[in-house]
């Protein structure tokens, strides 16, 4: 059975989705538990500061891209 795959014209938003959605899930544990400490709710807590975080974060990393992509070209080297 064959995959239906996205056109690679998407990859620099599917690379945003899956960076904001991972580090936005990150966050929001560490936050959470450092807020509020590991409690009988802490996974509805992170779950509803996942909500906002979620799409904050895909929105912040499609308008940084462009810039990191910048200083990465001035900062490393390529022989």
């Known amino acids: ?3 239906k795959k996205l056109p690679v014209k998407l ?3 599917v690379f ?6 991972i580090m936005a899930m990150l966050m929001c544990l560490i936050i959470t538990g450092v807020n509020q400490g ?3 709710h802490y996974i509805s807590d992170v779950l509803h ?3 906002i975080a979620m799409p904050a974060a895909f929105i912040c990393v499609l308008i940084v ?3 990191v992509a910048i200083l990465v070209k001035k900062t490393v080297h390529v022989s």
Do not use: V
């Not at 945003?16 to 959605?21: I, S």
């Open 49 to 51: 500061a996942y909500k």
């Open 1 to 3: 059975m064959k995959t």
């Open 38 to 40: 590991w409690s009988s």
């Open 11 to 13: 990859t620099s938003y």
């Open 16 to 21: 945003a989705f899956y960076m904001a959605g």
């Open 65 to 67: 891209r462009p810039i």
